[in-house]
């Protein structure tokens, strides 16, 4: 009888892998503590994680998932049969049939992975870009406190490691230039399918490919760099249909004077971790430019005016600052060598904050499906829909419009309007906000038509029943700390938007 000899090589991969675990653990414990309590954050916060564009997200899926991609408006009122190029239509389908197979637990999880996924890349990228252990663990603070709406569920979520993935390649090629800078192509022609953000990330790909244009050796990658980048943008089944979508959204918008995040920063609570983190790279960019690579030099600085022009765009300077920071940091503040001692005291601490981490997540998870609709529970939309009937009209405030269309299918066609603001033109825009506001001359040409009306709270409700234009036979259907909704009489009318 023969007998077969198996190698013994693949036994020894578990303690080799146990090897480089604790190795790493030892080394950048602060990284796994800060990433870990971030995750921790999300983790306690998974309801606060929806907002208006989640819904969003999901009620797009579902049309792309029953009825292939949509060209007009079949969703909402207002803007029934208008031409729509839902270029998110991927991301939009991603999240939607993770919600069918998981529920929202699985959709805000996907969610929470996409943005420790960018942060734990944007380490990785640091560090093999020369970092040092502190420094990089630092730059993965920058993100969620310069930006912490990017932990918010949207379509935006898919694209967060593909930032990271294009702007890490763009700077490992500037300090060793090769062939695998044109993985870059094929992230952006995915991208394209995801997130309007791809137009930067092809800008900046196509930039950088114009400074290798110099060396005859790189010639042929830059023009494939210079020519490709913006090939990829139309690389979706809208084809070239999607320019005129890019030159709606970013040559003269007219969401940069209706919509907080298109507009500038302003100094507030909210920003300040940006502003901090800005002044900080500025300051030590002009101290030790060389720090970085060339193609970081004039990207970061790229990014930090778009981040200054709309708020919108702070999410990509703060994650492309995690990369680039800690080097600058450095030639500021080298990091003393860390020693046996301080080695096991990081691999214990970063064994007990993985542990701890895992057994809160796994906590959250387990916990029922009703506490994360806490806020807003169906039985508020199924009343809302129930007291609209058949043929009632829905004029709902826009951060609760794709909520009740997602809850409530049967209302398409019947929401006044929704945040897809891009539909609409700039003297429409203004319509809505004096609608809004309960501006008395807009409410008696369009709000009169709707049976039921939605406010973000209670207080808003009041705002604009002290204008009178609700009218006297009003009923409270909804009163909870974030939605308020009464049915009224309508009365004729003829809305012109």
């Known amino acids: 009888m023969s007998v077969i000899a198996f190698p013994r090589r693949p036994a020894r991969a578990v303690p080799a892998l146990l090897t480089r675990t604790a190795g790493l653990l030892g080394r950048d414990a602060l990284a796994v503590l800060i990433i870990g309590a971030w995750t921790a954050l999300l983790a306690l916060a998974m309801p606060k994680l929806l907002v208006q564009d989640s819904w969003l997200s999901l009620v797009d899926g579902r049309l792309v998932a029953q009825h292939g991609l949509p060209h007009t408006d079949t969703l909402t009122l207002w803007t029934l049969g208008r031409p729509w190029t839902d270029q998110q239509w991927g991301a939009h389908l991603v999240l939607y049939e993770l919600t069918r197979a998981g529920g929202l637990r699985l959709l805000i999880a996907f969610s929470i992975a996409c943005v420790l996924t960018a942060l734990v890349t944007a380490c990785v990228a640091t560090r093999k870009l020369g970092a040092t252990p502190g420094a990089a663990a ?42 695998r800078v044109l993985l ?31 060396s005859s050796e790189h ?75 060339s193609f970081e030099r004039w990207a970061i600085a790229l990014l930090l005016v778009a981040a200054m022009a709309a708020l919108r765009n702070a999410i990509w300077f703060e994650l492309a600052a995690a990369i680039t920071f800690p080097r600058l940091l450095d030639a500021t503040w080298r990091m003393r060598p860390q020693t046996d001692g301080v ?27 009703s506490w994360l609709q806490r806020d807003l529970p169906p039985s508020a939309a199924a009343a809302i829909a129930h007291a609209a009937g058949p043929t009632g009209i829905v004029l709902s405030d826009d951060e609760h419009a794709d909520w009740l269309l997602w809850q409530e299918p049967s209302l398409a066609g019947r929401v006044a309007y929704d945040v897809r603001f891009e539909l609409f033109d700039a003297h429409e825009l203004e319509m809505l906000t004096r609608l809004q506001r309960g501006s008395t001359p807009v409410w008696n040409a369009c709000g009169n038509v709707a049976s039921i009306v939605t406010f973000p709270t209670p207080a808003d409700r009041q705002r604009v029943a002290r204008e009178g234009v609700l009218g006297a036979h009003v009923r409270t259907l909804v009163a909870l700390p974030g939605l308020a909704a009464v049915a009224r009489e309508t009365k004729p009318g003829r809305c012109p938007l």
């Open 138 to 179: 630092l730059g993965a603070l920058l993100p969620l406190l310069g930006s912490p709406w990017l932990t918010q569920v949207r379509s935006q979520s898919l694209a967060l490691p593909l930032f990271v993935a294009v702007y890490a390649l763009l700077a490992f090629d500037a300090r060793s230039p090769g062939r």
């Open 184 to 214: 870059v192509l094929p992230l952006l022609a995915l991208w394209a399918n995801l997130h309007g953000s791809v137009v930067m990330a092809a800008g900046l790909t196509s930039l950088y490919g114009l400074t290798l244009l110099r």
């Open 219 to 293: 010639r042929l990658r830059a023009a494939a760099l210079v020519v490709g980048a913006p090939l990829c943008v139309l690389a979706t089944p809208y084809g070239f249909a999607v320019v005129g979508y890019y030159k709606l959204m970013l040559v003269s918008s007219p969401l940069t004077h209706f919509v907080h995040e298109w507009q500038a920063p302003t100094v507030e609570k909210l920003t300040a971790g940006l502003f901090a983190s800005a002044f900080a790279v500025v300051a030590f960019w002009a101290r030790h430019p060389r720090a970085v690579t």
């Open 343 to 369: 080695r096991r005291v990081n691999l214990f601490l970063g064994l007990a904050v993985t542990a701890g981490v895992l057994a809160l997540v796994v906590a959250q998870l387990g916990r029922p499906q």
